[in-house]
């Protein structure tokens, strides 16, 4: 486990810019910078980095997080994981302590699957440059092929021999047996490696799958005989391979490509070879050159073009799309001569407008590849004939398929709708129109058809939309009933007409967290309840006043908690400081109050008990606290109000603290929310007076009318009190 001064230390030398650069291009907004946010299909920058908070959030999804909480959820790994992550990129030695065995399972799952691909990696790359026959079958393909040796380092290529070992293994009933293993396989036992790694469950996608083991309980090993093109996620690791056979060495072999199973570090539609050697060059131009083959794009990158990606043989997928969308708005894909292969692969220019690209599509000439015409042409002309004939997707559609329709009115038609339906996906209007302006002067049509035509698609792309969100729902509903339990009602969103706030099933953090906690600082899992909604269904704007009263309260304490606001006599008589949140929470247990929302009762309980920690600073230490929930509703307290959008400008309050006295502004919200509290209470006790029957038992009618007297006598005293009250 990591002890709480490392974590101290991690926590100050991430930087939030830094951190989400390595996987989102950020833009400067002001103050702060926006991106495309990489936890949902952004197709407009939603997500806001602020560097004075060290914090990121997405406006449209609400996910984000301080350093620590961006990793988390962006890699998917746990706060013990995303430290060491941290710490490595920051070059910050971290003593592990011992770790829980339900901790250590779980970072052994992912973790020594990295760690056995980084291996193979390694030993691919030794096989390749250090053996004979690496360097005479593996060596010799890449550079008949005419790559040189920087660009064969650069991606970290390598080779698997075809060659067995005979290895004696002794059966349960003892019993010996003599098997033949795959070198490599062999040696990854040697080293220390555990069969469950090397080899691949399909079901629980546990194992890297880079050994397949047989009836007999050999293992083989998968990429025998063939060269390897290792695959990297954006941030670097290894999380797959892809092996090409070699026909002159493995005769009979079938398949060209072997590649990675799927697994839980590994999906092939949400990877693009090259990215991580691309990401850098796709930012500095703007721009991302989209291939399909390994070979596709080293071939590109000898002539000089690193912003390329290839989707590895596969159609390109939404996942795969987001991942360059959040680097670039532009993309230019590249097709060889096949025209079979160009109109099957429309349906990804679709995916790419979709999702509110740029997109531009190049013609290679007939029968080649970008590896065959690199091979054909030096560095200088290959980037020139990229640079002089990529046209827009229109351009190319009817290049592509008016020929085919020519003097067939029918089969023109049919390319006026094929163009229609791809306009129509996208998302910004402006954009739609321009393009429909493009196709009625290609087309010699009148621009109002045309824009008819978009909008009725748009129309039915809309409901079929529909449709598809009432299928999965029912789907889940059917599953859920399947299994016994309750169907949930239809989300925030599907609803009209009603406000509701989000709702949170993270744990409660329990009242003694600093003695409880694990050595993370993350909430101990055992020892924690579930949050109840912060606010179920304000309907009314009574409620919502309430709501925003004691909000306002908890806002002033994340943003200026732990500031003096005077003093008060302890049970000795003697005067000593006092802070906002003591103050605060001074104030409403005199008056028997407590606050309404769980979230905000944590807040100030965990900020009465570390206020006079040494240094804290009430913004920082919620900003950086392990529970998601509470430091993403900080973030939204403390961020200033020009740095929001429209959206949550709305729900910001109308003062500004520096602009007045700190003990005045404490005095005024707390008085304001009791008033709050006050009028509830006589609503309720009017609404009571109007029973009919009351009048008819006069012990209640006394109890009523007594309340009611009391209640108003307080709201005199608090409205009074709005003039200041000094605090001594």
């Known amino acids: 486990m990591i002890d709480r001064a490392t974590i101290d230390k991690i926590m100050d030398a991430a930087n939030i810019v830094d951190v989400v650069s390595d996987f989102v291009t950020l833009k400067r907004a002001g103050a702060n910078l926006k991106g495309l946010c990489p936890f949902h299909d952004d197709r407009t920058p939603s997500f806001m980095v602020s560097p004075a908070k060290n914090y990121c959030k997405c406006f449209a999804c ?20 995303a430290l060491r992550y941290l710490a490595r990129k920051y070059g910050i030695a971290i003593e592990e302590k011992e770790m829980s065995q339900e901790d250590l399972q779980r970072q052994d799952d992912r973790e020594s699957m990295f760690i056995v691909n980084e291996w193979a ?9 250090d ?29 698997c021999p075809d060659q067995n070992v005979e290895v004696n293994t002794t059966d349960k009933d003892g019993t010996t047996r003599l098997l033949r293993f795959g070198v490599m396989s062999n040696d990854a036992l040697k080293a220390g490696y555990q069969e469950k790694y090397l080899t691949n469950d399909p079901e629980t996608g546990l194992g890297t799958g880079i050994s397949i083991k047989n009836d007999r309980g050999a293992l083989r090993d998968r990429y025998w005989g063939r060269v390897i093109f290792p695959i990297h996620t954006m941030s670097g690791k290894v999380v797959g391979f892809g092996g090409r056979v070699l026909d002159a060495a493995t005769k009979g072999v079938n398949v060209k490509y072997q590649n990675s199973p799927e697994s839980i570090i590994y999906s092939k539609k949400r990877e693009l070879y090259g990215l991580f050697q691309a990401k850098q060059a796709i930012r500095k131009h703007d721009l991302c050159f989209l291939v399909e083959g390994y070979t596709d794009v080293m071939a590109m990158h000898q002539s000089g073009v690193e912003n390329v990606v290839a989707s590895s043989g596969t159609a390109l997928t939404d996942d795969q799309i987001r991942l360059i969308h959040r680097l670039t708005d532009n993309i230019t894909v590249i097709y060889d001569g096949d025209a079979a292969g160009i109109k099957a692969s429309q349906r990804g220019i679709d995916m790419l ?3 509110g690209m740029n997109v531009r599509l190049l013609l290679l000439p007939d029968g080649d590849d970008p590896d065959s015409f690199a091979r054909k042409h030096n560095a200088e002309e290959f980037q020139q004939y990229l640079g002089e004939h990529q046209v827009d997707f ?5 290049d592509l398929l008016l020929e085919e329709a020519k003097g067939d009115p029918m089969a023109k038609s049919k390319l006026v709708n094929n163009i229609v339906q791809s306009i129509s996906v996208i998302p910004n209007e402006i954009t739609r129109a321009i393009y429909v302006q493009a196709t009625a002067a290609t087309m010699q049509m009148q621009e109002g058809l045309i824009t008819s035509a978009v909008a009725r698609q748009v129309e039915q792309n809309l409901e079929e939309a529909r449709k598809q ?17 309750t169907p949930p009602p239809p989300s925030a969103n599907e609803e009209v007409a009603e406000v509701l706030l989000p709702t949170s099933d993270i744990p409660l953090p329990p009242s003694d967290l600093p003695q409880s906690a694990n050595a993370t600082g993350a909430p101990s899992s055992a020892e924690t309840a579930p949050y109840a909604p912060l606010v179920t269904g304000i309907r009314n704007r009574e409620e919502r006043r309430f709501h925003d009263k004691e909000e306002e309260l908890v806002r002033l304490i994340l943003r200026h908690g732990e500031q003096m606001v005077g003093t008060m006599h302890n049970d000795n008589g003697e005067e000593q400081p006092i802070t906002i949140i003591e103050y605060i929470a001074a104030s409403l247990i005199q008056d028997e109050l407590q606050l309404s929302v769980p979230l905000h009762k944590t807040i100030v309980e965990l900020a009465l008990q570390h206020v006079h920690d040494a240094g804290f600073v009430a913004e920082k230490f919620f900003l950086n606290y392990p529970d998601p929930t509470i430091n993403s509703f900080t973030f939204d307290m403390v961020t200033d109000k020009e740095q929001l959008s429209r959206m949550h400008q709305k729900k910001q309050s109308n003062y500004s603290e520096p602009e007045v006295n ?13 008033i709050e509290i006050v009028n509830k209470e006589l609503k309720q006790i009017m609404r009571e007076m109007q029973d009919p029957e009351l009048i008819k038992d006069k012990d209640r009618f006394t109890t009523v009318m007594t309340r009611y007297k009391e209640f108003k006598d307080i709201e005199k005293k608090l409205a009074h009190q709005q003039g200041g009250r000094v605090m001594k």
């Open 121 to 129: 990696n390694q030993w691919f790359q030794h096989q390749l440059h």
């Open 469 to 485: 969100r009432e299928r999965e729902r029912d789907r889940r509903n059917l599953n859920q009933i399947a299994s016994g339990s």
């Open 662 to 674: 700190l003990t005045e502004l404490t005095n005024h919200l707390l008085t304001d929310y009791k």
């Open 62 to 81: 609400g996910k984000g997080g301080n350093p620590v909480g961006f990793i988390m959820e962006h890699e998917q790994i746990s706060y013990p994981e």
């Open 353 to 355: 407008l979709a999702q």
């Open 131 to 159: 053996t004979p026959d690496g360097r005479a079958i593996g060596l010799t393909y890449f550079r008949q092929r005419g790559f040189r040796d920087d660009i064969i380092q650069k991606f970290q290529l390598g080779f």
């Open 394 to 398: 229109i351009k190319f559609k009817t």
